[in-house]
Structure formats: structure tokens, C-alpha cells
């Protein structure tokens, strides 16, 4: 008896869709693999730095510049240059043959250290020149170099390093040219009593020069209170009567010393008695010498006049 169309539609339907279902997975798996596939050996290029390094120089001798940086341009294995980023190449550059002047290096790009299958495409620069001089030593000063100002009313009344002087080494041309080396900036901004700071050489574009030790010197700063001179115009005070009198001239011009601090404290007169002694005279003219009497921390330098004329007077 012959089948029911509508029965064998039915009866296939179901593995009909089980077939399609498998086919579209195969698919899918296969693509996902050509994608796999792509991005494992997909190419590309990438620049890196270059650590030029030299080897076997003759002793007595050494690289008098700097070399310029190097880059170079590779190419590889996507996965490869991934693993390279911020990472530098090895250059090694036998210099055994070299003698002092200038030197002309030629970089060769198949020895430049890079992983399997990645290779050099370009380097930039292909070449360039290093000076090599003869090695020297030589004695230098070291001056600390101070920026800034103390407290109001001080100063640095001294600066001294220790040690005062090193050995360098280095290109001789190059020390030939050196004088004495500075320390690294020693801030001075606000100070009121002396210090001692530690700082280091400074060798700013003298990366060829070498220092003993690890470059620091014991700077002694010396601090002290400012002293200025002050000249003053004061009255002359009798003192030592009670009768009427009369000092000629009233006035006495004083150069005075002392700390700056005292003077703005003290005012223009700086706190300075003077004074001429009458005790026991009678009624008549003299000649007096003054008495001047500033703070403990202020000095007289001058004074004029030195003699005063004195006029005592009956009681009327």
C-alpha cells in the first residue's frame, strides 16, 4: 500500500533539520579555525629602539660622545611583536681596532639580535660617528651651587664643601675643558640658622665624565644674622643738674653697627642713649665728651661731634 505523502514529509523532517543543524556548525568551526589561522601568522611591522653596545676597546682608552639613538624598523608574526613591545635590540660593536678620533659605525642589519622569524627591514640612522679619546684623570674644585634667599635679616656668611676637590676621569679632551664642578642646586629660601646638606655632582652633559664614589659631597652652609651700618641723628641729654642749661650743638650725628633685625625693631633711633654728665658743676661754661650707649647688639662706629660746650645757669 503506498504511503501517506504527508507521512514521509513527516517522518524525514526531523533529520532533515539534524542535517542542516551539523552543517551550519562545520561551517562555523571552520571559519573560526581560517580566523585562528589569520591571526596566528597575520604579519606586521614595528619600530624598535637599539642598545648599541662596544666591546674590547683598547685599554686607555674610552668613547668620548654620545651615540645617537637607533631605531629600527622589523617585521614578523603579529604574536611575536606583541611580545616586544617597550623591549630594546642588541647591537654589540667590536671597537678592538679602534684608535683614538673618530669613529665610523656601520650598522650591519643581520646582526641585530631579533627572534625567529622576524627580520630587520631598515635602521635609522644606518651609520653615524663616535669620538674615542685617551683616558685621563685630573683634580677639580667643587663649587655648591645656592639658589634662593634666607630669612629676612640673614645671610650666608660662608659656603664649603667637603671634600673641596675630586678626581674625574674621562675623555681628556673633555677634562681639558673642565675647570671645576658644580653641585646640584641648594635651596637657601627661608633659612635662619647654618646647615648641612648633602648633594650630589652635577654632570649634566658630562655623561662621559665619572666621579669617585656615588658623587655626593657634604656642603657646610654657614648662616648668620645680616649686619648693616645705620647712621643716626640723636638729641644729647644733660643729665646730673638741676639747674638750667644748655648743650651746644644739641644734636650728634652716630654711624652705628649692628643686625638689621635690631635696627627694624629698635626704630630710627635705634634705642641709643646720649648724654653728657653734669653731676657736681656749678653755674659756668665746659667742654663735655658724650656718653653714647647703644643695645648689647649694636656698636658704635663714629660719632660726630666728639666735644660739647656747656652752658649752666644760676636758678633765677
Known amino acids: ?11 524525514g523532517a526531523p533529520w532533515f533539520k539534524v542535517g542542516l543543524f551539523k552543517r551550519i556548525l562545520v561551517v ?44 629600527v624598523l622589523v ?11 617597550g623591549s630594546k635590540l642588541l647591537y654589540k660593536v667590536n671597537m678592538g681596532s679602534v684608535e683614538p678620533g673618530k669613529a665610523y659605525l656601520e650598522i650591519d642589519q643581520e646582526r641585530i639580535a631579533v627572534p625567529d622569524n622576524v627580520t630587520v627591514v631598515s635602521v635609522d640612522p644606518a651609520s653615524f660617528v663616535v669620538p674615542v679619546d685617551e683616558a685621563a684623570k685630573k683634580w677639580v674644585p667643587i663649587v655648591p651651587d645656592v639658589e634662593g ?16 676637590q675630586v678626581e674625574i676621569t674621562g675623555p681628556a679632551t673633555m677634562l681639558g675643558r673642565i675647570s671645576a664642578l658644580r653641585t646640584t642646586p641648594i635651596d637657601l629660601a627661608g633659612l635662619k640658622e647654618s646647615t648641612t646638606r648633602n648633594v650630589a655632582v652635577s654632570l649634566s652633559d658630562l655623561a662621559e665624565v665619572q666621579v669617585p664614589g656615588d658623587g655626593l659631597v657634604e656642603v657646610d652652609i654657614e ?75 649694636i656698636v658704635v662706629l663714629d660719632a660726630q661731634p666728639t666735644t660739647f660746650k656747656v652752658e649752666i645757669f644760676e636758678n633765677g
Open 149 to 164: 634667599e634666607p630669612a629676612a635679616g640673614y645671610v650666608m656668611s660662608s659656603l664649603k664643601a667637603s671634600p673641596a
Open 223 to 297: 648662616i648668620e644674622e645680616k649686619i648693616v651700618e645705620n647712621r643716626v641723628t640723636l638729641s644729647v641729654q644733660p643729665i646730673g643738674t638741676d639747674r638750667r642749661c644748655e648743650v651746644i650743638p644739641s644734636q650728634i650725628e652716630v654711624l652705628l653697627e649692628g643686625p638689621e633685625k635690631a635696627f627694624r625693631k629698635l626704630g630710627t633711633h635705634a634705642g641709643v642713649d646720649v648724654r653728657v654728665d653734669l653731676e657736681g658743676l656749678e653755674p659756668g661754661t665746659y667742654f663735655r665728651h658724650a656718653i653714647i650707649e647703644p643695645p648689647l647688639d
Open 28 to 71: 562555523m568551526v571552520v571559519f573560526s579555525a581560517v580566523g585562528v589561522g589569520f591571526l596566528f601568522f597575520r604579519t606586521s611591522e614595528m619600530t624598535l629602539s637599539v642598545s648599541v653596545q662596544f666591546s674590547n676597546l683598547s685599554e686607555g682608552l674610552v668613547i668620548a660622545g654620545k651615540v645617537p639613538p637607533v631605531e
Open 1 to 11: 500500500m503506498p504511503l501517506d505523502r504527508r507521512v514521509v514529509h513527516k517522518m
Open 75 to 85: 617585521k614578523g608574526p603579529v604574536r611575536v611583536l606583541n611580545g616586544l613591545k
